[in-house]
């Protein structure tokens, strides 16, 4: 661990996409890549952080020199971000599947001639961030992201305050911008009393900033 202003402290950091089971050989995703939450978790460690890194079935390896747990659906990353507390501050950067399927067929579901076709029924998912938030053990700081296509400060201000975290970035994905899956990223950091532009940068450089922020928020102390 480097001597850096998080030395002593426990982060927990959420990345990737989640996989959610149809049978044991299909599953529903997403095209998270888990760049940002990667980036995020080497910023972290590299200001001295003991890093818990719960990631979904990346496409981007996670960081060296970090605790990382993979999992796969969202009821695995509920289950290990709660394993991972008590933490000073958590980071919720994974891209969660809202919904599962709720009839899950516990063997491969076969293709039979003359037979209907399957129906695939959705349950939702749990909400990590906001399961977190309101949890007794809750971290002192709670940062979730918000990814919009319109209204991306309204929209993240309400989430903010429906999810019970403390801060919020978020971030304009709309085709357009080539952030999803791109290397560069613009972000609002939204806290309770206030609302930062942040020009658009690398995602390591956002990570960098956001890792100095919580910095001093964790210590009291402007990095
Ligand atoms: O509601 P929405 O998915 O837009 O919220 C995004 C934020 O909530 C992200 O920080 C994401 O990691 C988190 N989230 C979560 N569990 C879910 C859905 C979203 O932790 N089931």
């Not at 906001?130 to 919009?148: D, K, M």
């Amino acid at each position: 661990l480097s001597d850096g202003p998080l030395k002593g402290k426990h982060v927990l950091v959420t990345s990737g996409p989640t996989h959610e089971p149809i049978d044991p050989v299909r599953y529903i995703a997403n095209r998270s890549s888990g760049q940002q939450g990667t980036a995020l978790a080497a910023a972290l460690r590299d200001l001295g952080a003991r890093v818990t890194f719960v990631t979904g079935p990346a496409t981007t390896p996670p960081p060296p020199g970090v605790t990382v747990v993979k999992i796969e659906s969202a009821r695995e990353m509920l289950a290990a971000a709660l394993a991972a507390l008590p933490a000073d501050a958590a980071v919720f950067a994974a891209a969660v599947a809202d919904w599962r399927v709720k009839n899950e067929a516990g063997q491969k579901m076969k293709k039979q001639a003359g037979q209907p076709l399957p129906v695939l029924e959705f349950a939702e998912n749990p909400d990590i961030l906001a399961t977190i938030s309101r949890h007794a053990g809750r971290p002192p700081l709670v940062v979730g992201f918000a990814a919009e296509t319109e209204k991306v400060v309204e929209h993240a201000q309400a989430k903010r305050a429906r999810k019970g975290c403390d801060w919020i970035v978020a971030n304009d994905v709309s085709p357009a911008t080539g952030i999803m899956g791109g290397s560069e990223n613009a972000v609002h950091l939204i806290t309770a009393g206030s609302v930062e532009d942040w020009p658009r940068l690398p995602k390591d450089e956002v990570a960098r900033r956001l890792a100095a922020r919580i910095a001093t928020e964790l210590t009291g102390k402007p990095q």
